[in-house]
């Protein structure tokens, strides 16, 4: 059986006896170190959620705009699950459209953040004016700065699609990618809860 597998995805990779590949295997070893990293970053925005130093606090977060937000980049992994099936089954031109799709919500989701950055800044919550405000930005941020790869790996997915890559035998590329999107979503509605509901519900 792992030949077959091995046959099946030619020289990309190798299978393992769990019965998937090393490039899965191997990426899901990442994963997990990046649970570890955002659960280290949530832990100190528990932290230090009270400490304003006198500074405005959470009555800055706007649920509905973040509600928004986070819809869209639901939807993006929706686009994504498409994007993947369509890969799977040999459908290049349609895979490339829900990647597509994916990753320009992915940027809309983005310019929600800027927004929500640039606003929290004038109103005099920067990066450094609180051990609050720090925890915020470096969690939301380092979430950002993932999206941001997120999108330059997507992009690179089409750039192959346009040289006919994304074959059905080669849809295993689609798939590590599209478990690095539901990463980035799963890791956001975890932040949106601890950052933006919990607080309502206390």
């Known amino acids: 059986m792992a030949h077959d597998i091995a046959q099946a995805h030619g020289h990309e990779a190798a299978a393992?006896?769990?019965?998937?590949?090393?490039?899965?295997?191997?990426f899901w070893l990442f994963l997990a170190s990046e649970c570890v990293f955002f659960a280290s970053l949530l832990i100190g925005f528990l932290v230090y959620g009270d400490k304003t130093n006198g500074g405005p606090g959470m009555e800055l977060f706007n649920i509905n705009l973040t509600t928004i937000s986070t819809f869209v980049l639901l939807m993006s992994s929706l686009a994504m699950v498409l994007g993947v099936n369509a890969s799977q089954r040999g459908l290049a031109r349609d895979a490339m459209k829900w990647i597509l799709a994916t990753a320009v919500m992915g940027q809309i989701f983005l310019g929600f953040q800027v927004y929500e950055f640039w606003h929290f800044v004038h109103e005099g919550f920067g990066l450094t004016t609180s051990p609050l405000s720090t925890a915020f930005f470096v969690l939301t941020g380092f979430h950002g700065a993932h999206v941001f790869v997120g999108i330059l790996w997507l992009l690179s997915l089409l750039w192959h699609g346009r040289r006919g890559g994304l074959t059905a035998e080669k849809s295993e590329a689609v798939?590590?990618?599209?478990?690095?999107?539901?990463?980035?979503?799963?890791?956001?509605?975890?932040?949106?809860?601890?950052i933006y509901l919990l607080p309502k519900v206390h």
């Open 16 to 26: 393992t006896n769990t019965g998937i590949t090393n490039r899965k295997l191997a």
């Open 175 to 194: 798939e590590v990618g599209g478990l690095y999107w539901h990463f980035v979503d799963v890791v956001w509605i975890v932040i949106f809860t601890v």
